[in-house]
C-alpha cells in the first residue's frame, strides 16, 4: 500500500512539474504574440498572461484527480517550480479547512486574542477586501495592543468567510512568479470541480 502511495505521489509531482513547465514554455510563445500588438512592457505582459494560465492549469488539474486521492497528491506538491526565466517558488497548494475560521469583518469576537474589542474597533474602519488588508489590520492590532497572540489565529481569518459553502471543498493555490527582475505574489482559491472563489496579486520586488 505504502509503495503504490509513494508511485501515485512520484507520478503525479512528475506530471504536475511537466505540465506546468510545458505551459509556461506555451506561456512564452503567446507573450510574443501579445508584445506585437500592446505597448506594455514586455515583462508585465508574461506575468499577465502566465498567472491566468497557471492559475487556470492548476485548477484544471486538481479536478481531475480523484477526491480520495486528493490529499495525497497536495501533501507532495514542489514548493519550487523553474523554467528558464520563469520561477514559480513558495508554492503552497492546499485544501482549505473550513473548521474554526472565523470572517475578519464580523467574527472577532470569537476569538482568543487578549483585546477583541480594540479589533472591533480597528475592523469597523479598516473593512478588509483581501489578505493584503487583513495583514495590514492585524498588524495594527498588534501595535495598539502589544498583543501578538493573534498570529498563532492569524490563518483562521477569512475575507468574507460567511460566503463559503461550508458542504464544498476549496483548494488554496499560493505562490511567488519571478519574470526576471518582477516578483509578483498570487492569492487564488478556488472550490474543487466549482468556481473561482478569491484571486488576488501584488508585486513583491521590482528589482
Known sequence: MKLYKKSIVL????LFISGISLLILDNLKDNDKFI????TTPNLV???????NINHEI?????NIDENSLDIVLDNVP????????LISNIELYSLDLTNKYDINKNYTKTDIDYPY?????SKKNIVYNNRQKDKLIEQY???TKDDKILN???DFLVNYEEYNKTKRYIIFNYDLKVENITTHIDYTFEYKGIDKYFDFYFKSLN
Open 11 to 14: 507520478l503525479i509531482t512528475m
Open 36 to 39: 506585437n500588438t500592446t505597448k
Open 46 to 52: 508574461q506575468i499577465n498572461v502566465s498567472i491566468k
Open 59 to 63: 485548477k484544471q488539474t486538481i479536478n
Open 79 to 86: 514548493s519550487i517550480i523553474p523554467y528558464g526565466d520563469i
Open 118 to 122: 480594540d479589533l472591533y474597533e480597528i
Open 142 to 144: 498588534i501595535k495598539i
Open 153 to 155: 489565529i492569524k490563518d
